[in-house]
């Protein structure tokens, strides 16, 4: 790990503005993922800033009657939370099917949407990956590719993001909520939030330098069944190879995203209407761009047969 | 403040930055003087010299070294000591001795619930940790019922364990260990 200086600000603004003026400073928060990758040289911050003393850490009701939750709540208390539990299922199955006990006490709600998208070539630092190094190329392109991305990927990069919470955040229509070094608040809508790879696989985010996470909102609740549906290689602690997320009535009506095929969680909308009429007729729309290797074409199966199961959940 | 605050400015060198950092470790306060990179597993185990906890994978995939931080299991490898000023830590050394074992190291014992023993004291803490997220009534990834408080199930288990890796495979022997201190509690 490469050396670093380290404070403790006390507000959030002053956090934006200390990552904002230090060059190459990082928000540091659970650290799960930041420092795992800064033992492994892939992230080299200078600087770290903990925002863990932020207070940021309260999940409250919103006027319109959704639920605004800090930045730094963590996995596990999110997903224990009485309204999270009762009307938001879906996001506590997401956060339950994610990670190991011992991660999701550490890990928070910003730095969950926060972790980097990623395949075993980023991890690699003998492998070219224009994710970690611009320019290198791309190792995964003709490489072992079973579990990356069958679509919105690019010749830069087909990395897939692995999170499983931001694709329940993506089904319920979250806002994040930011501040920036100025002290300005924005909120940018979860589906403008993460970025396919393009040209620029290196960002992962619409974030600007020094922009901090304070919230992520939720609208008021959707009715229905809500669903989580994550399949992968062993029965827990793994990356999804596909996963659903789905709100659904009984006539199979509703909304749903995929996670484990694309940089970042994903959802068409105007497929949607189409959920009444079953799976196929969903996942042919939704993945009517896909371009997979030769290696992960099976997801396109895979994500069907998972909206299928989903579907017959909700019916029961 | 940390003691690195001060030097936040200074041009990048890769000498090492040293902060200080106030903790309680197994009910002593200790205060080291440490280099920013150092994890609290290796705090512990290098500084304070509790070599209970161990290092496995180093990247939060193996569970060796967990620790009890606040009243949470965490990853002592994936998380800065000078991120936890003021924690009250728990490590193996602390929940007990051989002269006064702890519940769940006497049901290890009782029931193999090891074999070369290496992950075990990171096991240990986790198998504690878990009976109390589900007295707490925390959900996991098998609790059929998210609103239903969860019960202590072999499934549950099973489940929440599954951060703790043992290359021995010593897992149904761990499960009973487990199920019996729950059950003496109960």
């Known amino acids: ?316 | 403040m940390v003691g690195a605050t001060a030097t936040a400015a200074a041009t990048r060198t890769d000498e090492p930055v040293l902060a200080t950092v106030t903790f309680t470790v197994n009910g002593q306060r200790r205060e080291l003087e440490l280099d920013t990179r150092t994890s609290l597993l290796d705090a512990a185990r290098e500084h304070l010299h509790l070599t209970g906890s161990k290092k496995g994978c180093d990247h939060g995939q193996c569970g060796a070294c967990t620790m009890i931080v606040d009243g949470r299991r965490i990853n002592a490898c994936l998380t800065l000591a000078i991120m936890h000023q003021g924690a009250e830590i728990t490590t193996i050394e602390g929940l007990g001795q051989p002269d006064h074992l702890h519940p769940m190291q006497a049901a290890f014992v009782k029931h193999d619930g090891y074999q070369c023993g290496y992950c075990t004291p990171g096991q240990i803490c986790s198998g504690v940790a878990v009976l109390e997220e589900i007295k707490a009534g925390i959900p996991s990834h098998v609790t059929a019922d998210l609103e239903a408080t969860p019960q202590v199930t072999e499934a549950e288990i099973r489940e929440r364990m599954s951060g703790n890796i043992c290359r021995c495979g010593a897992y149904s022997n761990i499960v009973e260990a487990m199920t019996e201190v729950a059950g003496a509690r109960a």
């Open chain 1, 1 to 316: 790990m490469k050396s670093f200086t380290y404070e403790r600000p006390s507000s959030p603004a002053e956090a934006a503005a200390a990552v904002a003026r230090t060059p190459e400073a990082k928000f540091i928060a659970g650290g799960t993922n930041l420092l795992d990758l800064m033992k492994l040289q892939i992230e080299t911050p200078r600087h770290l800033v903990d925002v863990n003393g932020l207070g940021l850490d309260t999940v409250e009701p919103t006027d319109e009657g959704g639920l605004r939750i800090g930045a730094l709540v963590r996995n596990t208390d999110l997903a224990a939370h009485p309204r999270v539990r009762t009307d938001y299922g879906v996001l506590a199955r997401a956060l339950l099917a994610g990670a190991s006990g011992q991660l999701r006490n550490k890990a928070t709600t910003a730095g969950n949407l926060l972790q980097r998208t990623r395949c075993p070539y980023f991890y690699d630092t003998a492998q070219a990956c224009n994710k970690r190094q611009p320019g290198s190329g791309c190792s995964a392109l003709d490489g072992v590719s079973r579990q990356l991305a069958v679509i919105g990927g690019s010749e830069a990069c087909i990395a897939t993001h692995p999170g499983d919470m931001a694709v329940a955040m993506r089904v319920l229509d979250a806002t994040v909520e930011t501040i920036d070094a100025a002290g300005a608040a924005r909120k940018i809508p979860i589906a403008e939030f993460h970025r396919l790879p393009g040209d620029e696989p290196s960002r992962d985010t619409n974030l600007e330098p020094g922009e901090l996470i304070t919230a992520v909102t939720l609208p008021k609740p959707v009715v229905g069944t809500h669903i989580y549906r994550k399949v992968r290689d062993r029965a827990s602690y793994a990356y999804a190879l596909v996963s659903v997320a789905a709100i659904l009535g009984k006539d199979g009506s509703g909304h749903v995203a995929f996670g484990g095929v694309a940089h970042k969680p994903w959802r068409v909308e105007a497929a949607e209407a189409d959920l009444p009429k079953g799976a196929k007729a969903v996942t042919s729309r939704v993945f009517a761009d896909a371009k997979p290797t030769h290696e992960n074409a099976y997801k396109l199966t895979l994500a069907e047969r998972t909206l299928s199961a989903a579907l017959n959940q909700a019916r029961a």
